[in-house]
């Protein structure tokens, strides 16, 4: 069965410093993957997404992922976070057997040291 | 103009109780999708529905019942309300079934 973890809950860093978010998926073929931010109270708001072509996908407010199949993972990556990225990341993955079904990891919370 | 809306926004009920939960999207999506995030912000599908029809039904208990009166609407209806329902439900619309999805801002149920 397909499935996505994301092995860090909490992650803390510096305001201006870089981060990267780890995710894996596990899937047999090329799964349709996605990075999901979530700020305190709101719904999701999609990152990015990768489908196919271009392993390293840019996406909204700086952010960008990078898709390793060897790896099976699609780590978020940002050179310089901001206090306003603080909030909880999600990766997912759709599969192609039931398209509709979007899995997602358990999530990665960001707090920003001033 | 909001895409995907949601209300209530907070609902605070008593157990044994009916409630529904409205959602609409103006985005002109096909499919329409219920979440359930619990207390460890874990995400998980209940429902999915593309042109009123519904196409996932994850192992969710029957006193939950969706029902989408069109494409644009997707509420959900949930009977004899227990204290473990308590989350918050997060409607979704995608344009297609590739997982692109738009979020409502949640329902925080809370049950008593």
């Known amino acids: 069965a397909q499935s996505v973890t994301q092995p860090d809950i909490h992650i803390t860093v510096s305001e201006g410093a870089s981060l990267e978010l780890r995710c894996n998926y596990s899937y047999g073929a090329t799964p349709y993957l996605f990075w999901y931010v979530q700020s305190p109270g709101q719904g999701l708001q999609l990152l990015l997404k990768?489908?196919?072509?271009?392993?390293l996908v840019q996406g909204i407010k700086g952010f960008e992922a990078e898709f390793k199949r060897s790896q099976s993972s699609f780590n978020l990556r940002k050179p310089s976070v901001h206090w306003s990225d603080a909030a909880e990341y999600f990766c997912?993955?759709?599969?192609?057997?039931?398209?509709?079904?979007?899995?997602f990891g358990s999530g990665t919370r960001l707090s920003i040291r001033p | 103009d909001t895409a995907v809306s949601q209300t209530p926004k907070y609902l605070v009920t008593q157990m044994g109780n009916d409630k529904s939960i409205k959602c609409e999207q103006n985005l002109g999506h096909d499919t329409m999708y219920w979440y359930k995030q619990d207390s460890k912000k874990f995400l998980k599908i209940m429902f999915s529905?593309?042109?009123?029809?519904?196409?996932i039904n994850e192992t969710v208990p029957n006193r939950f019942s969706p029902k989408s009166p069109d494409k644009a609407h997707l509420n959900l209806h949930i009977n004899s309300l227990e204290l473990g329902d308590s989350a918050v439900y997060f409607c979704?619309?995608?344009?297609?079934?590739?997982?692109?999805?738009?979020f409502g801002q949640g329902t925080r149920l809370t049950v008593v």
């Open positions: 997912a993955v759709v599969s192609y057997s039931s398209a509709s079904k979007i899995i």
């Open positions: 529905y593309n042109n009123k029809e519904l196409i």
């Open positions: 990768y489908f196919s072509g271009d392993t």
């Open positions: 979704a619309s995608s344009p297609s079934r590739d997982g692109e999805a738009f």
